[in-house]
């Protein structure tokens, strides 16, 4: 049974234009979440994370909300860039990270 | 700094032989994590190890696949014999066991292909 699902397998937005990537969970016990990117051919790379007691985290053009009583994350990306296409990961901490199946994201130039 | 390495790179075997799987992780990382992708599954938990010591290895699918940590810039997956099932990517991951440092460090992966 999957406890965290990217029902979206993939997105496409024109450049300049929000990117929203969303992440839903079912374990209440998960405390710590993140976003990872990966490229083709290479590992996934850190992106940005969030604890579970707060409600937003900001870097950059990336910003990750959670709300904790819909069990639900999301990842903005404002603006797109065409570098920002990959496939994006949410994971999930309690003792051990659990891995969404990620969703494509396109920018398109 | 270099990162996670792992070799080879891509393997192709016939069903049947043995395959191992290679990682350093990053030096002063403490933890060490053994992942497979596969379409169907996703990215999903073999093992992981805290220094050296194996905590968790119940996402190991079968006895065919084992791992081991001998020191702390080495380690090992071998899958002994394959199968085609077994095709996927394999990724090794670190991390530092800071309290709120949960961000793990992936290798590029090992793309195996068993025939």
């Known amino acids: 049974d999957q406890q965290v699902k990217q029902n979206s397998p993939s997105l496409s937005v024109q450049e300049g234009r929000i990117s929203i990537l969303n992440c839903d969970y079912t374990?209440?016990?998960?405390?710590?979440f993140l976003w990872y990117k990966k490229y083709p051919a290479e590992g996934p790379t850190f992106l940005i994370s969030?604890?579970?007691?707060?409600d937003k985290n900001e870097d950059g053009r990336f910003t990750v909300f959670l709300n904790k009583s819909a069990k639900h994350l999301s990842l903005h990306i404002v603006p797109s860039q065409p570098g920002d296409s990959a496939v994006y990961f949410c994971?999930?901490?309690?003792?051990?990270?659990?891995f969404g199946k990620g969703t494509l994201l396109t920018v398109n130039p | 700094d270099a990162g996670v390495i792992q070799s080879p790179r891509h393997e192709v075997t016939e069903m049947g032989q043995e395959v191992t799987l290679r990682c350093k992780p990053i030096?002063?990382?403490?933890?060490l994590f053994w992942y497979r992708q596969t379409m169907m599954r996703g990215l999903e938990l073999l093992i992981y190890?805290?220094?050296?010591?194996?905590?968790?290895d119940s996402g190991m699918p079968e006895d065919r696949f084992s791992a081991k940590m001998p020191n702390a810039s080495f380690s090992t997956l071998k899958i002994q014999p394959s199968e085609p099932r077994d095709s996927a990517v394999y990724f090794c991951?670190?991390?530092?066991?800071?309290?709120?440092?949960?961000?793990?460090?992936f290798g590029p992966g090992t793309r195996l292909t068993v025939t």
């Open positions: 030096s002063g990382h403490d933890y």
């Open positions: 374990n209440s016990m998960f405390d710590y």
């Open positions: 994971a999930a901490f309690y003792y051990k990270l659990t």
């Open positions: 991951a670190s991390r530092v066991g800071l309290a709120g440092a949960y961000e793990q460090y």
């Open positions: 190890f805290n220094n050296n010591v194996p905590i968790d």
């Open positions: 969030i604890s579970s007691i707060k």
